[in-house]
Structures are given as structure tokens and as C-alpha cells.
């Protein structure tokens, strides 16, 4: 008989939340608008094109980062991408600066936010109803824990919570397990108690299973093959369904 679960851990883009292309491409222009208007209130004029390629770098060091399984704070972040702007003449700044700069670099996903995946509030009240302790593992990029709990708030899905646990307050990312193992520690949970629900057959379901968890997948094509521990569903919404099929549910 398996060992009953008690808590479930989701992942957040694009199982939770989710950025229409049109919404991650005004995304990118309110942060880089965001992030001129900052730098020229410090007295640092930048063109847009030597700013989107400074954007393109630190994202391309932050990935190799993350590849490792570790994570970078915001502010280490916006420091990759003001080290790019060095050689185009960009200078030392202070620390209030170095602020603004980090604040204006997150606001951006504030002015073009994600939406809520069909289905999301009510699966998580769902399973708070069956006595489920629910955490977040969330892999950080250019939008911080910070303002990721502003975006959960206002998308009001914020209070579900009993653990959040984001990669760049960490210093972890997905699919390192040490990242679950936080989460599991945070909930009081052992991993043999607990579920992952993801989008990633990597980050996500690779992972959750390295540290020893259940794992569903939400996909919209079935994968070829199901390791051990692993199940598979279409939709987010599906999930309460598959929790009464295979009696996963807290007793």
C-alpha cells in the first residue's frame, strides 16, 4: 500500500500561470522601457539596441547558471546585466541605484502579468479541501520571488500556500533535488508524502522524482514513457479527478 500523500508541490509558469506570446513580448518592451528610464535618471543614456544585447547576455549567463541547478538572487541578476553594459561605458552606481534599477528590472512583469491556467483556483482549493498541505517550487528567470507573491496576490491564489519556495531566494533551481528537498522541509512532509505537479520532464518531473516524490505531469501530448512514480494528465483541471482514481488522497 503506498504511504499517503499529504502534501502536493506545484510548479508555477505554465502550470499554475501562464504569458500569452503577445503578453511575454510586452514584457519585454515595458521592462527594457523600464530599464532605460533608470538608467537615464542616473545619467547613463542607453540605446535600446545596446541595452536588448546587454538583456541577451545576462539572460544567457543566468541560464547556464540555472543549468547547474543553482540560482542567483534579483540583484546579482540585474548585476550580470550592467557588467554587459561595461564595455559600452556604463560605470560604478551606488547603492540606492543599484535599487532602482533592480526595482524597475521586476516591475515589468506587473505592467504585462501572467494569467491564471483553467482550472488553477479551483484545483488548489481542491485539494486544501481533502487536508492537503500545498507548496510552490518555482524557478526564478527575470522576475523575482518578490514580485512573483505580488503576482499570486493579485491573481488571489497567493493564500493556498503553505510553503513558497522560488529558486533566486534559494540559491537552488529546478531540477536540482536539493530545491524539493527545501520545499519538503518547509511543509513537514517526507518525500514519500508528498506529489509534484509540473509541466517539465526535466525540471519538473525528473527532479521531483530525484528526491524521491510522486510526480504528475500535465502535458498537452501524453509522453512516450512513464518512469516509475510518474503519471500523466492533459489538463491542470484533471488533477482532483486523478487524485480520486488513484486514492492518493490525505487521510
Not at 12 to 19: D, K, P, R
Not at 155 to 171: H, P, Q
Request: hydrophobic letters at 45%; one cysteine or more; glycine letters at 8%.
Amino acid at each position: 500500500m503506498s504511504t499517503p500523500l499529504r502534501a502536493i508541490t506545484f510548479d508555477l509558469w505554465n502550470t499554475l500561470i501562464v504569458s500569452p506570446e503577445e503578453v511575454e513580448a510586452a514584457r519585454v518592451e515595458a521592462r527594457l522601457e523600464a530599464l532605460t528610464n533608470a538608467l537615464g535618471e542616473i545619467g547613463w543614456p542607453v540605446e535600446r539596441e545596446r541595452l536588448l544585447r546587454a538583456y541577451l547576455i545576462c539572460g544567457e549567463q543566468h541560464a547556464r547558471v540555472q543549468a547547474r541547478g543553482q540560482d542567483i538572487a534579483a540583484e546579482v541578476h540585474v548585476g550580470l546585466l550592467l557588467a554587459a553594459l561595461e564595455p559600452d561605458g556604463v560605470g560604478a552606481i551606488t547603492y540606492e541605484q543599484h535599487a532602482r534599477i533592480v526595482e524597475a528590472y521586476g516591475r515589468a512583469a506587473l505592467v504585462a502579468p501572467p494569467v491564471l491556467v483553467d482550472g488553477a483556483a479551483m484545483v488548489l482549493a481542491s485539494c486544501r479541501q481533502r487536508g492537503l498541505r500545498l507548496g510552490l517550487i518555482s524557478n526564478t528567470s527575470r522576475t523575482s520571488g518578490r514580485v512573483l507573491r505580488q503576482i499570486m496576490r493579485n491573481l488571489e491564489i497567493y493564500d493556498a500556500f503553505n510553503a513558497l519556495i522560488f529558486s533566486d531566494e534559494v540559491g537552488l533551481a529546478k531540477p536540482n533535488p536539493a530545491i524539493f528537498a527545501r520545499a519538503l522541509a518547509a511543509l513537514g512532509v517526507g518525500a514519500a508524502e508528498a506529489m509534484h505537479v509540473g509541466d517539465d520532464e526535466i525540471l519538473d518531473s525528473m527532479g521531483a522524482r530525484g528526491s524521491g516524490m510522486r510526480v504528475i505531469l500535465v502535458s498537452d501530448v501524453q509522453p512516450t514513457a512513464l518512469a516509475p512514480k510518474e503519471q500523466w494528465i492533459q489538463r491542470l483541471a484533471d488533477l482532483p479527478q486523478m487524485l480520486d482514481q488513484t486514492s492518493l488522497s490525505a487521510t
